[in-house]
Structure formats: structure tokens, C-alpha cells
């Protein structure tokens, strides 16, 4: 079979993962809450315009920056798992943002 320039490789990665628990003082919901808080909203209606009107990069990157908040970081959207996982034993607190 032909790749043309490019020939197929394999690659494998290894990752570990430290868990630290940081005790702060708030129940599960509360620290969500403080902690989405400091993050920025994506808002798809500036996504979408800065495409058809086909922006600038430096236009992009500045959007960025305004829906990014105070800490550069922003929820592009937000999923609560807990819902899904409850099914299996129980009720369980877990959001993908």
C-alpha cells in the first residue's frame, strides 16, 4: 500500500496520574460553583461571526481574550456527567467543563 511522504508509525505513550486532595472548606457544589466562577464562557455567537465575516487572527485572538476571564480560561461547555453516571450505584458529583 502506498503512503506517499508519510509512512504509518506507532506510537505509545505512558501517563501517570498524582492525585493531591486540597481540603477547602466548601461541600462539592459550592466549590463548582466558586470555581466556574473564575472562568470565561465561550460564546458561539462570537465564534460564529468572527468565521463569516472571515476575522482577522489578531481579531480572533482578541475575542479570545475578552470571553477568556481573569485566569485565561474558559468553559466551551459545560456537561454534567453525575446524571449518566447515577445510573450505575447511585448518585455521584461529576462535571466535564
Given at each position: 500500500m502506498a503512503y506517499g511522504p508519510f509512512s504509518p508509525y506507532k506510537m505509545v505513550a505512558y501517563t501517570s496520574i498524582n492525585r493531591e486532595d486540597?481540603?477547602?472548606g466548601l461541600s462539592y457544589e459550592a466549590l463548582v460553583?466558586?470555581?466556574e466562577r473564575e472562568l470565561g464562557r465561550w460564546d458561539?455567537?462570537?465564534g460564529t461571526a468572527?468565521?463569516?465575516e472571515k476575522a482577522s487572527w489578531e481579531k480572533v485572538e482578541k475575542a479570545f481574550q475578552r470571553m477568556a476571564g481573569?485566569?485565561?480560561l474558559m468553559i466551551f461547555f459545560h456537561v454534567n456527567q453525575g446524571r449518566l453516571t447515577s445510573l450505575h450505584q447511585g448518585i455521584k458529583n461529576a462535571f466535564c467543563i
Open positions: 486540597i481540603p477547602s460553583v466558586a470555581f458561539p455567537v462570537v468572527l468565521i463569516e481573569p485566569h485565561g
